[in-house]
């Protein structure tokens, strides 16, 4: 393969799409008031064409050239670097970053850096087409092999110092959902022994899949290349090995079908694995956007945001309240070699299905506030309003609305004789609540910088 070529992109740091900060319209995060800069770096290499040969093993094809974009987020002043990336391929659904989204305080406050790559063909076509500062993007449409090979060949380049981060000690690569099934396909499928850094050790250093499960047919393992059929059920690869230091990440969406594909949690050499799974969560949560940018950019253009109502009330969950810890953690184990907790985990009955008590409520795992001190009961799935949920030409989705809105999560509200029965009062309720943050803290579940914003939250939500 050629060697990637890098080039700092001009401009303001607004104009950048998915910036962390539109100063305008106050959206996003003010990294520059955390000493941070932001920078977008235009990529142009060679990625490879993967598929499967006659013993179904990863082949390579050949290889397409490619021009695509970096956008880093670092602390100005390089004496503050903490030596840490968190690499992210970054969501086809508008090139957003769920893990900026859930770990951007942690990374402020440690002195981290943040590293998204753009690798879909369809998201780089479409900001090709509506944004003069991208005509120059290029990605074929040729399978999650090449998108691997991309994002591999960045996490070389920051280990070799070709981009404008030096001293690059760790890399941790994540992802949500489909990007969640890339970085498992870049683990199982042999991408991490690929793309090696200087001292020939793979050039990723941890691994957290986020949000996908393994047996969920082809989106939980993406074929190598368009034409390959995805792994067939059963296929050893579906089932993480932790090569590196590796998390999987799950809420009850993909607990649902993941039975098939767990594993004991495990400390040994060349197999370090956990699985965390959080009751009360969905794969999608509804609510206003504050972080990520990329919605308002996007629309600005006349592009389509989409319709996501659902019959229900929208789940009030945070899924993020553990996002920063588990990162944390994950990091100790790659740098410290500090053995992460483990978590108690979803109760499934003999068919595989999740374990539900009385209130329909999973049974088991890691149980955040609003399971352990509910003011609802939260589902998982959701039911389409009418006429919304449909599929977007630029993100179509092949199950129509009723499959879009069973990833959404609602919420249940107790009526005030229940709330009544549980609690001694609001005082007794927010007591309760402070309380259960402050034990996930002592876990290692959830950090205090995302706990007391989760608490304030809440609390400023029922003042109102």
Known sequence: MSRTRFREMPGNPASVFGAAWLPDGEVGVDIASA????????????????????????????????????????????????????????????????????????????????????????????????FERYRGL???????????????????????????????????????SITGSLCRVYLQDGFLGR?????????????????????????????????????????????????????????????????????DDSDAPGDRYRLYQVAGTSHRQLRPETILTNDVQYAATGGELG????????????FELFGSALFAALLRWVADDVAPPRAPRFAYAETGALARDADGVVVGGIRPPWISVPTAVHRPSST?????????ARFPATGGPEQAASMIGHRIPFSPE????????EADYRARLAAACDELVAAGLSTRLDADAYLAEVLERRSR
């Open 384 to 392: 389409p309003a009418p006429g919304a949920c449909l599929p977007l």
């Open 418 to 425: 229940e709330f009544a029965l549980r609690y001694g009062g």
């Open 307 to 318: 319709d996501t109502r659902i019959n229900e009330e929208p789940s009030d969950e945070r």
């Open 138 to 176: 290029d990605i074929p449409r040729v399978g999650a092999g090449f998108s691997a090979d991309i994002v591999g060949q960045i996490a070389v380049a920051l280990k070799t110092g070709e981009l404008p981060l030096a001293g690059v000690a760790r890399i941790l690569l994540s992802g949500w």
């Open 195 to 263: 793309h090696a850094g200087p001292d020939g050790a793979p050039a990723v250093d941890g691994i957290l899949i986020g949000k996908s499960s393994g047996a969920f047919g082809r989106p939980g393992f993406p074929p190598l290349s368009e034409q390959s059929s995805p792994l067939p059920d059963g296929d050893p690869r579906r089932t993480v090995r932790g090569l590196v230091p590796t998390f999987e990440v799950l809420s009850e969406t993909e607990g649902e079908t993941h039975f098939p594909v767990l594993r």
């Open 35 to 130: 000493g941070y800069v932001e920078q977008e770096i235009a990529a142009n290499g060679e990625a490879g064409i993967w598929g499967y040969d006659d013993a179904g093993s990863a082949a390579l094809h050949g290889g397409r050239s490619y021009s695509t974009r970096l956008v880093i987020r670092r602390p100005a002043d390089p004496h503050r670097f903490s030596g840490t990336v968190l690499l992210e391929p970054l969501h086809p659904d508008l090139d957003k970053a769920p893990t900026w989204r859930m770990t951007h305080r942690w990374v402020l406050a440690e002195g981290h850096a943040w590293v998204g790559v753009t690798h879909s063909a369809a998201i780089a076509a479409d900001l090709a087409e509506r």
